[in-house]
């Protein structure tokens, strides 16, 4: 063996301290970017398109500055946010069809076969959502995250007695099938199949925690509303 060579553990521990000092220097680079009061979106583009760390929470700040949900300005990010969690609470309260909620019930009624019937609307989004509480309930079954709770839950929704959380809008029990035995001519014995329990059924979380596929199925239900809503409104011009 040489002396001066480099030993095979050494080249990698020499590499990995190389990687580490590359990944803090990207890190600082970021850091001057994003702190300054008016932030440079050229250099955040050229930035972010060698990826993006995910630390400090700067991934879902970067897309949102580079989707324009933020402007450039620091000063006025509070203002926007503020802006836009109250157009989003807009949006909840005038796509979100809740019974019993309507002004005028004696000619709207569950019954009505017209077409703009809000409870018409009402059980038509039930469908769809039927769909939307199977798909998030079984979303990842092998992670953890989704069942856990939120850090920020919707208080308009974990607080309103259950009426605006979408998946007690859900039926849960369903008709459970049976087997059939017949044996011979004889009489027809029907015993229920045995219940299974499932390690992945998802649970509502308490009143006031929200678990992050009830995030997960709101978005969903309320871009399947709005694609829904702006067709309609497409058509009628």
């Not at 990010?77 to 503020?82: G, I």
């Not at 309103?160 to 039926?171: E, I, P, Y």
Request: charged content about 25%.
């Amino acid at each position: 063996m040489l002396i001066g060579s480099i030993s095979g553990p050494q080249k990698i521990l020499q590499k990995s301290l190389f990687t580490m000092s590359s990944y803090d220097l990207r890190l600082k680079d970021l850091d001057q970017v994003l702190e300054s009061e008016v932030i440079d979106l050229s250099k955040l583009r050229e930035f972010c398109f060698n990826g993006i760390p995910d630390v400090k929470g700067y991934r879902s700040l970067c897309w949102r500055l580079l989707l324009n949900y933020l402007p450039c300005d620091r000063n006025k990010w509070d203002e926007q946010l503020d802006h836009h969690r109250k157009l989003y609470q807009q949006w909840l309260d005038e796509i979100l069809v809740t019974p019993g909620s309507f002004d005028n019930e004696e000619c709207d009624h569950p019954l009505s076969e017209d077409p703009n019937s809000k409870w018409n609307t009402f059980f038509k989004d039930n469908q769809a959502l039927t769909q939307i509480d199977k798909d998030v309930r079984r979303l990842h079954p092998e992670l953890s995250f989704f069942q856990q709770a939120t850090d920020y839950p919707l208080s308009n929704v974990v607080y309103s007695s259950g009426t605006k959380r979408l998946n007690r809008r859900v039926g849960m029990h369903f008709l459970n099938s049976a087997n059939v035995v017949r044996k011979g001519l004889g009489i027809v014995k029907i015993t229920p199949k045995a219940e299974q329990t499932s390690t992945s059924e998802f649970k509502p979380l308490e009143e006031g925690s929200e678990a992050h596929w009830e995030v997960v199925e709101r978005i969903l239900f309320r871009l399947l509303q709005i694609k829904s809503w702006t067709g309609l409104c497409a058509r009628h011009e």
